[in-house]
C-alpha cells in the first residue's frame, strides 16, 4: 500500500467512520493484505516517530539510536500480535454474545478500530520526554474504542443488547494480551 493511500485511510477511519466502515465492508482486502500491506507499514512509524522524537524535542539525544530501535520494535512487535491475538480470541468469544461474523470481518474490525490507538501510540513515540502531551495522545487511543462500537453492525451480526458486553469483552481481550506480550518482550529483552 502506498504511503498516500494508508495516510488517507487511516484520516478517512478517524474523521469518517461511518464512510470507513462502509467502504471496508465493500472492499473486503485479504487478511494478508490488511496485516502486512496496512497494519505493518503503519507501526513502522513507530521508530521513526521516536527518533525524530529524540532528535528533535530532545536537545541533548540522551538515548542511543541502539536503544531507541530496541525499544520500538518490541513496541511493534506487542502492538502487532496484540492485534492480531485479540482477533483470533475474539473469534472465538463471539459465538458466546451469539453473534454470527466470519473470521476475516472479526479481523478487520480490530485491526482497523486500532487505528486510533496506533496513531496515539506514534504521537507518544514522538513526544516520548512531554509526560502530560502523552497522557493527551493515551486518550486519543480510547477512539478505538468508539469505532469498533461503529463498526460492528457492518462486519459482526450481533444483538443491539449484547453489543456493550461485547465490546467490553474485546476491550478486556486486549488488555489481557497487552499484559501478556510486555511480560514476555520483557522477559525476553532481559535474556539478552
Known amino acids: 500500500m502506498k504511503i498516500r493511500v494508508l495516510i488517507d485511510e487511516c484520516k478517512r477511519i478517524i474523521t469518517k467512520p461511518l464512510l470507513a466502515w462502509q467502504e471496508i465492508t465493500e472492499k ?10 496496512f497494519l505493518l ?3 513502522v512509524c513507530l521508530p521513526i516517530a521516536s527518533l525524530l522524537g529524540n532528535f528533535v524535542f530532545n536537545p541533548l539525544f540522551r538515548k542511543t539510536v541502539s536503544t531507541i ?3 520500538s520494535t518490541s513496541q511493534i512487535f506487542i502492538l502487532f500480535f496484540n492485534i492480531y491475538f ?3 480470541f475474539t473469534c472465538r468469544i463471539i459465538k458466546i454474545y451469539q ?3 466470519t473470521k476475516a470481518n472479526i479481523h478487520r474490525l480490530i485491526v482497523y478500530s486500532s487505528i486510533a490507538y496506533i496513531l496515539a501510540s506514534i504521537a507518544a513515540a514522538m513526544l516520548e520526554n ?3 502531551l502523552i497522557v493527551v495522545c493515551q ?3 480510547i477512539y478505538s474504542i468508539y469505532l469498533i462500537n461503529i463498526g460492528l453492525p457492518y462486519l459482526v451480526d450481533i444483538q443491539t443488547e449484547k453489543r456493550i458486553p461485547f465490546v467490553a469483552s474485546i476491550i478486556l481481550i486486549a488488555i489481557a494480551c497487552n499484559l501478556l506480550l510486555k511480560y ?3 522477559i525476553l529483552l532481559q535474556l539478552l
Do not use: D, R
Open 184 to 186: 514476555v518482550v520483557t
Open 69 to 71: 530501535l530496541i525499544s
Open 86 to 88: 485479540t482477533s483470533f
Open 139 to 141: 486518550l486519543f487511543g
Open 130 to 132: 512531554y509526560h502530560s
Open 41 to 43: 507499514p503503519l507501526l
Open 28 to 37: 473486503q482486502h485479504s487478511l494478508k493484505n490488511i496485516y502486512f500491506s
Open 99 to 101: 453473534g454470527k461474523s
